[in-house]
C-alpha cells in the first residue's frame, strides 16, 4: 500500500475536482421531476472520456445509464455512482442557490454537493492523480457505473446488474456514498436497507364540501390519519400484522460491530435540533435500529386548505406519501400485499394504495472479505483513525442486485458528514472532505491494484 | 299578506339586483387574507345609501362592520349579512374566473354569488321594489347589519351585538343564508350549530432529515396522524373524554320535525359525488346528526413532499386545521380544554394547539315564535310549497350573540341550493332562485309591515 506521505501534491486534482462538481451541481438533474437527466449524462460522460474512460450508454426507465471502462491489470474495481439528485423544495429554506455550488463557513452548499455528485467528482479526481501517479495509466481496471434514476428508486438498475453481469465482475463494489464523522473518522458502511415508496389516497367525493357536512360524510383527512396511526406505534413499531416475520435477526458478530459505533445523537441534536429519540432510545438502541430494524416513515401528508387563517371545507380527497425501510430478508412485494390486507381489516378498504417507485431489497456484505478489508486498511492508512464500521446503514439503494447476480462486497466509503442535510435545503460537504475523499481515493485504488 | 299574484312586475329589480350582485362578486372580499375588505364596504354602503339607508360605519378587528336604518311603521325588522368570502382556492377546479360572475347552464358563478353576496343583493332588489310599492317609503323599519368577518367566525360580532343592542332591536332577524331544495322548496333553519377553528402543530426538528432516520426520530405527521385517529371514531363519534357532557339532548318537538324532512342524501351524491354516509346512515339519521350532533372536521393537512414522485425525507413539522361542530349547550373554550387534556393523556402534549379564529356558541330558536310563523307562510305563499324546516342548520354562524343580547328569533331563508358549492371551487345559485329570492323577500317584509 502507498503510503499516503509519499502521494504527489494532490492540490490541482482536488481544485479540478471542485471545478468538475461546480459544472454537474448547477445541472437540475431531478429525477422524480424528470429534469435535465440526458444533459447531465452527457457531461458525465464527457469528464470521464477526458480520462480515458470508454463510456457506454443504455436507455434506463428515466434516464440514461453509464457503464465505462479503462485501465488494466490483475484487479478490477467496480464503482457505482447517480448523477440524479433529490427535489430541491421547500427552496425557500435554502441560504444559497441549490444548483450553484456555494462555499462558506468551510462547506460546500448545493443540491447533489454530497448525494451523489460530490462522490462521483471527488473519485474521478482521485482516478486523475492516480493515472498521473503512474505515468498516465491506470494500474487497474476500473469499471464505473453511473445511473440517472437512484433518487427514484432505481427502477432499471437490477435488471442492467443481471443482463450485464459479465461486464460488471469486479473484486470487489465501491458503493457511491459514505461519510466522514464529526472527530474526522472515515463511516464506512457495508449494507443497506430495503425501501418502498407508497402513496395512500382517500377520496369521499368529487369536489369539495361545506365541513358542516362533517357530521354525516367522512373526512379523507381523517381516514388517512387513522391509516397512518394505525401502521405504527409511539415508539415507531411497525403494526402491521406480519411486517417482521422475515426480518432476519442480526448476528453475534453484527451485534458486536455495534459496540464500536460513536453516539449517533449528539450529532443529529446538534446539526437538525432534532428532539428526541423513539422510545428515548439510548446510544446503543439507536445504532441497533439504524442496523438491524425495520421503520415505516412518513414523507408527504396533503389535503384540504394549507393557507392562512382556516377554511370551513369538509375536502374531496388527500393523500399520504409513504415510506417502508426494510431488512434482509423482507420482501417488498411482500410487505406492500400486508399492508393492503391490514388496511382491509381496519375497515380502510377504500384508501388506495399507488406504488411510487420500484422497490429495493435489503443487503449486507460481509466484514472478513479480502476487498472490505483491504478498503479498511486504507480508510485508516489514510484518515489516520479508525474507521466506524456499519453492518447496515440506515438508507437504502440498490445493493441487493449487485450481492445477487455479482456476488462482490460492497463497501460505502465517501465524503458525507453527518450536517450534510442530503435530502434536504443546503445540502453541503465539508471542504476538508473533498480533499481528503480525493486522497482516501487514491490510498486505495493503488492499494487495490497491489493486493 | 299582499298575494304574490298581486305583485308588480319584478323584473327590473331582478335585473338591478344581478347587476348589484356582479360589482360585488368582483370585489375579491377574502377576509382569512384581508383582501379588499374596506373598498367593498364601500360598495355595500355606496348601494345602501342609494335606498335611502342611514350607514354607519364601525371598525371591527378585521373589516369594518355596517349598521345601516332606513323606513318605518310598527314593526322592525333586523337583517343581517356579510360582504367577506371564503379564499377562492383551489382556484384551478374553477371552471370559470372565481371573481367573474359568469351565466352558464341557469346557474350564476362566482365567489359569493351564494354566500352571501347573493343574498345581499336579492334583499337590497326585494327592498327596491317594496319602497316602489309603497310610493317611496319602506312600510316597516329596516335595520340591517352588514360584517365583513363571517368567514373568520366573526371576532367583533358579539361585542358588537352587546354593545348596540338598543339599535338593534327588532321583531325578528333575517339571517344571512337559506337555500331552496330541488324540488323547489324552502329551506329554514332556525338555529346554528357552534364553531372551532384550530390548528394543531407538530415539529420534531429544526430541519427537515433523510427519511432513514425515520427509524430512530419520530415523524410529526404519524403524531398528528395518532392525534386526528384519537379524537374520533370512522362512525363519526367524536372520543375526546367529555366532549358531548353538555350537549342538550333535542326535544320531542325537535324530533318531530325531522319526520318531514326531506333525505338529504340523494342532491349529495347527485351534486357532489358523496361516495357514503359515516355510519351507512338512513336519511333520518342523516337528519338528526345535522341538526343535533356535534361534529369534528378536518378541513387541512399538511407536512412534508407534496409534489410529484416521492421524496424520501422525514419533515421537521407538519399542520392540522381542524374544526368542532357544537350544540348547545356545548361551550367552546371548554371543548378546547378538553382537547389539550385528551392530547396529553394520549401523550402527544407536544402538539400545540393553536386557536385560529374566535369560538362560536350554537343557538336554536322556537318554531313557535309569531316572526317565525310570518316567515314561513310568506315562504309558503311565494314559493307556493311548503317549507322545509330544520330545527337547526349544520353550519354555524354567529346566532347565539341575537339570541342572547337581543332575544330575538332569527330565521334564516335565501337563495342557496344543494348543489350550489358553498366554500368550494365553482360556487353558484340557480337564476330562479335569484328571482324567486327577491319576491320572496317583497311577500315577507310587506307581510311583517302588516303582521
Redesign the interface.
Known amino acids: 500500500m502507498t503510503s499516503p506521505d509519499r502521494l504527489p501534491d494532490l492540490t490541482p486534482y482536488i481544485e479540478q475536482g471542485r471545478r468538475d462538481l461546480a459544472a454537474l451541481v448547477a445541472l437540475e438533474s431531478v429525477?422524480?421531476?424528470g429534469r435535465m437527466l440526458p444533459e447531465t449524462a452527457d457531461e458525465v460522460t464527457r469528464l470521464l472520456e477526458a480520462e480515458g474512460f470508454t463510456v457506454r450508454r443504455f436507455p434506463g426507465q428515466v434516464a440514461p445509464v453509464l457503464l465505462a471502462e479503462a485501465g488494466e491489470g490483475p484487479r478490477t474495481l467496480l464503482i457505482y455512482n447517480h448523477y440524479d439528485v433529490?427535489?430541491e423544495?421547500p427552496s425557500e429554506?435554502w441560504n444559497t442557490p441549490p444548483f450553484v455550488l456555494t462555499e462558506a463557513d468551510g462547506r460546500l452548499y448545493g443540491r447533489g454537493a454530497s448525494d451523489d455528485k460530490g462522490e462521483f467528482a471527488a473519485r474521478l479526481a482521485a482516478v486523475r492523480a492516480l493515472r498521473s501517479m503512474h505515468g498516465g495509466t491506470l494500474p487497474l481496471t476500473i469499471k464505473w457505473l453511473i445511473e440517472g434514476e437512484e433518487?427514484?428508486g432505481s427502477p432499471s438498475l437490477a435488471g442492467f446488474v443481471e443482463a450485464h453481469a459479465a461486464d460488471l465482475m469486479a473484486d470487489g463494489c465501491w458503493w457511491e456514498f459514505g461519510s466522514v464523522s464529526d472527530e474526522g473518522r472515515p463511516v464506512v458502511s457495508l449494507g443497506l436497507?430495503g425501501?418502498i415508496?407508497l402513496?395512500l389516497r382517500c377520496?369521499?367525493?368529487?369536489?369539495?364540501?361545506?365541513?358542516?357536512?362533517?357530521?354525516?360524510?367522512?373526512?379523507p383527512?381523517?381516514r388517512?390519519?387513522?391509516?397512518?396511526?394505525?401502521m405504527?406505534d409511539?415508539s415507531?413499531r411497525v403494526t402491521i400484522p406480519g411486517f417482521y416475520d422475515a426480518v432476519r435477526s442480526p448476528s453475534e458478530a453484527d451485534l458486536q460491530a455495534l459496540e464500536s459505533l460513536p453516539d449517533?445523537r449528539p450529532p443529529?441534536q446538534h446539526n437538525?435540533?432534532?428532539?428526541?429519540?423513539?422510545g428515548n432510545?439510548d446510544a446503543r438502541e439507536?445504532s441497533r435500529?439504524?442496523n438491524f430494524?425495520?421503520?415505516?416513515?412518513?414523507?408527504?401528508?396533503?389535503?384540504?386548505?394549507?393557507?392562512?387563517?382556516?377554511?370551513?371545507?369538509?375536502?374531496?380527497s388527500?393523500f399520504?406519501?409513504i415510506?417502508f425501510?426494510l431488512v434482509p430478508d423482507q420482501d417488498p412485494a411482500e410487505v406492500v400485499r400486508l399492508l393492503r390486507a391490514h388496511l382491509n381489516a381496519q375497515?380502510l378498504s377504500?384508501i388506495e394504495i399507488v406504488e411510487?417507485?420500484s422497490h429495493e431489497h435489503a443487503a449486507r456484505s460481509d466484514v472478513a472479505h479480502p476487498f472490505v478489508q483491504t478498503a479498511l486498511r486504507a480508510a485508516r492508512e489514510s484518515y489516520g483513525q479508525e474507521p466506524v464500521v456499519h453492518p447496515s446503514?440506515?438508507?437504502?439503494g440498490p445493493m441487493h442486485p449487485f450481492v445477487e447476480h455479482l456476488g462482490v462486497a460492497c463497501v460505502a466509503m465517501g465524503i458525507g458528514n453527518v450536517g450534510g442535510?442530503?435530502?434536504?435545503?443546503?445540502e453541503n460537504i465539508r471542504t476538508e472532505d473533498f480533499a481528503s475523499g480525493v486522497k482516501f481515493g487514491v490510498v486505495f485504488m493503488d492499494a487495490l491494484s497491489r493486493a
Chains 1, 2 share one sequence.
Open positions: 429525477s422524480a421531476q433529490q427535489p423544495t429554506l433518487e427514484v436497507k425501501i415508496c402513496e377520496k369521499v367525493a368529487d369536489s369539495d364540501l361545506h365541513s358542516s357536512l362533517g357530521a354525516v360524510i367522512d373526512n383527512l381523517y388517512l390519519s387513522r391509516a397512518i396511526a394505525s405504527r409511539d415507531g449517533a443529529l437538525y435540533g432534532v428532539r428526541g429519540f423513539l432510545a439507536v435500529r439504524s430494524e425495520p421503520a415505516l416513515n412518513v414523507n408527504g401528508l396533503h389535503g384540504g386548505y394549507g393557507d392562512a387563517g382556516s377554511k370551513t371545507v369538509l375536502p374531496a388527500g399520504a406519501k415510506d425501510r375497515g377504500d411510487l417507485e446503514a440506515g438508507g437504502s442535510r442530503v435530502h434536504a435545503p443546503n
